[in-house]
């Protein structure tokens, strides 16, 4: 079974541009997740998303959006980039249901100049 | 405010020996508690977990004990081998969100 998978894997962009991050879930998993890692603040929650709706969100920006389509990929968004912007960006998935366990692709990272 | 607290970054460990890695909570609404292992430039990957209702889950070599009065979780590894060598993540979860809260992580070194 494929595991979670996030394009691109290295992205540069420079002050004030926007950025568009992808992934796919494992299959048959309908909640995607969003995560930030950064040296200084380590690994916090961004969103989620299952069934094309933002059901919880962190404490970020509204810089920081994302959505997901019908068949459970999802898409973040950064708009006006910031210095402090560069990190790992990760994407979770989820099966609904019983199941808590979220399952982390590799990560996009993401360095603003 | 750090909700999950792993108050020690690093720790080395003896091939075969056990490795012990700690993690403090503060909130007491959280239900359910997963760690994770990471390699550099790879995302985390799902060890083990366990729920509120329980004090101990076992999976090979890996064991989590959850201490509810003292809002305490551990991770067993025995025995320890070198390619358990990563950085170990404690993570919290509500049955109201699934957001996960995640500890700073504790670098583990098995060493030869």
């Known amino acids: 079974k494929a595991g979670v998978t996030q394009t691109p894997r290295y992205l540069i962009k420079t002050r004030g541009q926007q950025v568009t991050l992808s992934c796919s879930p494992i299959s048959g998993h309908r909640s995607v997740s969003w995560y930030q890692q950064t040296p200084g603040q380590g690994l916090q929650f961004l969103f989620e998303y299952f069934s094309e709706t933002q059901r919880n969100k962190g404490n970020f920006p509204g810089r920081f959006s994302g959505r997901q389509f019908s068949n459970s990929r999802s898409e973040m968004n950064v708009s006006t980039l910031e210095l402090g912007d560069s990190a790992l960006y990760l994407c979770?998935?989820?099966?609904?249901?019983?199941?808590?366990?979220?399952?982390f692709g590799p990560g996009t990272r993401l360095t603003v100049t | 405010d750090q909700q999950v607290k792993q108050n020690s970054p690093s720790l080395s460990v003896q091939e075969g020996r056990i490795s012990i890695l700690n993690c403090d909570y503060t909130?007491?609404?959280?239900?359910?508690f997963l760690w994770y292992k990471k390699y550099p430039a790879e995302g985390p990957t799902f060890l083990i977990s366990i729920s509120s209702i329980k004090d101990k889950n076992e999976d090979g070599r890996f064991t989590v004990f959850l201490n509810k009065s003292a809002k305490h979780l551990s991770l067993h590894i025995v025995p320890s081998q070198p390619g358990d060598s990563a950085v170990y993540f404690c993570?919290?979860?509500?049955?109201?969100?699934?957001?996960?809260?995640f500890g700073k992580g504790t670098s583990l070194l098995v060493t030869p």
């Open positions: 993570a919290t979860q509500t049955n109201s969100g699934y957001a996960l809260n």
């Open positions: 909130n007491s609404m959280f239900d359910y």
């Open positions: 979770a998935s989820r099966k609904l249901g019983t199941s808590y366990e979220q399952y």
